[in-house]
């Protein structure tokens, strides 16, 4: 069972940057494939990206390509990312996921790859 929490989201104005933080813990061998994930009212969970155990593999949401960057420190047990160029439509909640069974691909951004989930952190950009 894994326990996930996540940090760093708050309010910051168009073209402004932010970095999330998700403290996995629990069983974390083998490390996890982990993902980022936004959600808006009324709307359904999205992916943004996500990254697998050893950090060496990644995808992105193209709405987020060359934005964001997702990035692991096993040691810390900490999975992060990075956002840069922040604009209105990258408002929601973010949540971070993680999944032990799954072989890692591109379909791990899906959010129903994932059984472990964070609390969420919200992130608003606004002038």
């Known amino acids: 069972q894994l326990k996930l929490v996540e940090s760093g989201g708050g309010s910051v104005q168009p073209g402004g940057s932010l970095r999330l933080s998700c403290v996995i813990s629990?069983?974390?061998?083998?490390?996890?494939?982990t993902g980022w994930f936004r959600q808006v009212p009324g709307k359904e969970r999205r992916g943004v990206a996500c990254?697998?155990?050893?950090?060496?593999?990644?995808f992105y949401a193209d709405s987020v390509k060359g934005r964001f960057t997702i990035s692991r420190d096993n040691a810390k047990n900490t999975v992060y990312l990075q956002m840069n160029s922040l604009e209105p439509e990258d408002t929601g909640i973010y949540y971070c996921a993680a999944d032990q069974s799954k072989p890692f691909d591109a379909t791990m951004i899906r959010p129903f790859e994932y059984h472990s989930w964070g609390q969420g952190t919200q992130v608003t950009v606004s002038s």
């Open positions: 629990g069983s974390t061998w083998p490390f996890p494939s």
């Open positions: 990254i697998n155990g050893h950090g060496d593999t990644t």
